[in-house]
């Protein structure tokens, strides 16, 4: 049973090396002539104005990830688009409700204010 497995483990084994030989190749033969201007923060062109580790709002996160949810959405229809006249009816009425939720979704977020930004 453990020689089925022998084809994966000599797949991790090749890739495991041969990522960690780049990445030490890369370090020990690449351009390294580090500054003051180089390893300075960099934001937007000017310098930074504040501390780094500031809190950031929670609308931010929550804008990201509705971006991110209706983003993904389009990976869903992308593909039932084109095979659509050869899944049929139940696949059609399956693609239908997942669109009925995320419209939903979409209508309590937007009741809810989570689209406003101040």
Same mark, same amino acid.
């Given at each position: 049973?453990?020689? =089925?497995?022998?084809?994966? @483990?000599i797949?991790? &084994?090749?890739?495991?090396g041969l990522?960690? !030989?780049?990445?030490?190749?890369?370090?020990?033969l690449?351009?390294?002539k580090?500054s003051?201007e180089?390893s300075?923060p960099?934001?937007?062109g000017? =310098?930074?104005?504040a *501390?780094a580790r500031?809190k950031f *709002?929670?609308?931010f996160y929550?804008?990201a990830?509705?971006f @991110?949810v209706? *983003? #993904?959405?389009? !990976?869903f229809? @992308?593909?039932w !688009?084109v095979?659509?006249? *050869?899944v049929?009816?139940? &696949?059609? !009425?399956?693609?239908?409700?997942?669109? #009925? =939720?995320?419209? @939903?979704?979409l209508?309590? #977020?937007?009741?809810?204010?989570?689209?406003?930004?101040?």
């Amino acid at each position: 049973m453990l020689s =089925e497995y022998w084809p994966v @483990i000599i797949f991790l &084994a090749i890739s495991v090396g041969l990522g960690t !030989a780049l990445l030490v190749i890369g370090g020990l033969l690449g351009p390294s002539k580090p500054s003051v201007e180089k390893s300075s923060p960099y934001e937007c062109g000017f =310098e930074p104005f504040a *501390d780094a580790r500031m809190k950031f *709002d929670v609308r931010f996160y929550l804008v990201a990830i509705l971006f @991110i949810v209706f *983003d #993904l959405e389009i !990976a869903f229809f @992308i593909p039932w !688009a084109v095979v659509m006249e *050869d899944v049929g009816l139940t &696949a059609f !009425a399956a693609v239908v409700i997942f669109t #009925l =939720e995320l419209a @939903i979704g979409l209508a309590y #977020l937007w009741k809810k204010g989570a689209l406003e930004w101040e």
